[in-house]
């Protein structure tokens, strides 16, 4: 009975052990994040290879937005992102940056804010418009009213990219994941995994990492 009663507590520990979750501690930009690892989940939205539905979204230039509007495009660098997260506020910059070098190219930046503002209230639409005022964004920033649009895509964070090339009148998802490798420093990155997509697609050469982790806060919802 003893060895019974042994058997069954080990048992019991080693359930309780495999389902703790890790907490760490991140500062970016002066602001400290607590950052909880869940067991992993299993993803929901897009893979890579599927297609991307069109959506209308309100910009803060209050005008909608939909890709089908970029006749041009040869595809796109959708970004969910936001104004409060530390983590979106220290790519902001680079964001800009990948519009500038890419818009011309083909493929314009689209930021999409994924948070309601009832569970984050710095997310709000009055302030996304004082946020790309502020910042001089260059692309459309949309506000995802209703979040209807990031769970089609499956975005867990902010930021969060997914890459789309137009193909035969789809929008296909190439990549998805992070901007680069490191969100504490734009000088110490080593790997541009957004570049190095985008790049590729301009050479019609297959994307040689299609998917990274993406790394940021989790996307606000109303409970």
């Keep these: 009975m003893k060895k019974f ?7 019991a520990a080693f359930i309780s052990c495999k389902k703790e979750t890790t907490t760490t501690t991140d500062v970016v930009n002066n602001d400290t994040i607590i950052k909880t690892e869940e067991p992993a989940t299993e993803r ?23 890709l089908s509007q970029f006749a041009d495009a040869k ?7 936001c104004n409060h997260c530390p983590y979106a506020k220290a790519y902001e910059e ?17 930021a999409i804010n994924p948070n309601d503002p009832a569970a984050q209230p710095e997310d709000s639409f009055d302030l996304m418009k004082t946020r790309a005022k502020e910042k001089g964004f260059t692309f459309p920033y949309l506000m995802d009213e ?7 895509y499956g975005a867990t964070k902010t930021p969060h990219v997914y890459i789309l090339q137009k193909e035969n009148g789809k929008n296909i998802v190439k990549y998805i994941g ?13 790997e541009k995994y957004v570049e190095a997509a985008v790049d ?3 050479k019609n050469e297959p994307v040689k990492q299609t998917e990274t982790v993406a790394i940021g806060c989790t996307i606000k919802v109303k409970k």
């Design 75 to 81: 595809g796109f660098i959708v970004i969910f992102t």
């Design 146 to 152: 209703g979040q209807k649009i990031y769970p089609q």
């Design 94 to 110: 680079r964001i800009v940056a990948l519009d500038a070098k890419y818009k011309s190219l083909g493929y314009p930046v689209i």
């Design 200 to 202: 590729a697609l301009l």
């Design 44 to 66: 929901t939205g897009y893979n890579i290879g599927d297609e991307a539905t069109d959506f209308s979204l309100k910009g803060t230039d209050d005008k909608m937005y939909s």
């Design 5 to 11: 009663l042994a058997l069954a507590l080990f048992a």
């Design 178 to 190: 992070a901007i680069d490798n490191n969100h504490e420093n734009a000088n110490d990155v080593t």
